[in-house]
């Protein structure tokens, strides 16, 4: 049996994000991330003069948050 050739991914998800890319990502804003990042929940990187945002620390983030559950309606009186 031949052996094939693991094709690389051609569209690999990125390690690291700039601010404003990562907050369209997750959903939050600027301010919202750099208080996660005071707050020690997510983690940034310096590259000269870029901010950027660790993408592994934003899934977990983002994993961490409650999930919302649906509410029953209150039945309506006929």
């Known amino acids: 049996m031949a ?3 693991q094709q690389p991914d051609t569209n690999p998800k990125p390690r690291a994000m700039r601010l404003a890319l990562a907050a369209k990502y997750c ?3 600027r301010a ?19 901010t950027l945002v660790d993408v592994e620390s934003l899934d977990r983030l983002l994993a961490s948050l409650p ?6 309606r209150p039945q309506q009186a006929a």
């Open 3 to 5: 052996q094939t050739k």
């Open 27 to 29: 959903g939050l804003s």
């Open 32 to 50: 919202s991330l750099y208080r996660r990042w005071q707050a020690g929940e997510v983690e940034f990187i310096k590259a000269g003069t870029a």
């Open 67 to 72: 999930r919302l559950e649906p509410r029953a």
